[in-house]
């Protein structure tokens, strides 16, 4: 069995698969070179707590919000709070955006894609680059609508015992399927049409010397 296939295989069957996007696309490891150099006047944090999702660009505000938002975590309800670089006409004119964009939109990437899901890719639905610093999380959830999701880890020589981790659950949410350490260019594709696939990604428990950076895309296809 070739990799293509043990992966579509995988995918079918659990609904979720991870791989090296290297592998298969060589001009990756070029096109993301200095993300983690991208300043930080271009992040917002992005938030949710009891009141609502709000962004936050250099607002003092973000801070309340934040402790609002491991209140709401540490109670078990739904939270988050993490840094987002969304798709806009500013942030497209950043050439490791723009590179990573336009890789992931490119016909080897939607062949891949079709490979490994049986799915054609049409277009990409959502797009952004997000960062987990010190304090900051994504509690469990799962993605809406599209047809699958994927997540393109960026980060460079991360400690494990910092957190950040990915964790993928059984439907139940009562157990782990999957324990991912961002690791470059490590990229997660799971369904979002037919089936629920928990996931989370832990609280960043320190001031790591790496920065947590990931792609985040959802994609329409055809079956």
């Known amino acids: 069995m070739s990799k293509i296939e043990s992966l579509r295989e995988t995918f079918d069957v659990e609904g979720f698969v991870y791989f090296d996007l290297s592998e298969f696309l060589p ?32 607002d003092s505000r973000a801070a309340a919000a934040h402790e609002l ?5 540490t109670a078990g309800k739904f939270s988050y709070s993490f840094k987002r670089l969304e798709d806009t006409p500013t942030n497209n004119r950043n050439f ?16 891949l894609l079709k490979q490994i899901t049986g799915r054609q890719a049409t277009a990409i639905r959502r ?11 994504l509690s ?4 809406p609508g599209q047809s699958f999701g994927l997540v393109l880890n960026l980060t460079k020589g991360w400690e494990p015992n910092h ?12 157990a782990i399927r999957a324990c991912l ?13 037919s089936r629920l696939i928990p996931h989370f990604v832990s609280m960043v428990t320190a001031r790591p010397k790496a920065k947590r950076i990931a792609v985040v895309v959802r ?5």
């Open 69 to 73: 938002a491991i209140a709401d975590y």
């Open 219 to 223: 994609y329409d296809a055809e079956e």
């Open 96 to 111: 490791v955006f723009w590179g990573v964009k336009t890789l992931l939109s490119s016909e080897p990437m939607f062949e």
């Open 27 to 58: 001009g990756l490891p070029r096109i993301g070179e200095g993300v983690e150099r991208i300043e930080d006047r271009f992040w917002s944090a992005i938030i949710k707590n009891r009141d609502g999702v709000a962004d936050y660009y250099q």
């Open 181 to 193: 350490v961002p690791t470059e260019f490590q990229t997660l594709i799971f369904d979002t049409s």
């Open 163 to 174: 957190g950040g981790l990915t964790m993928v659950q059984t439907e139940d949410r009562k």
């Open 127 to 137: 797009f952004y680059f997000n960062r987990f610093d010190e304090g900051e999380f």
């Open 140 to 143: 469990t959830h799962t993605d």
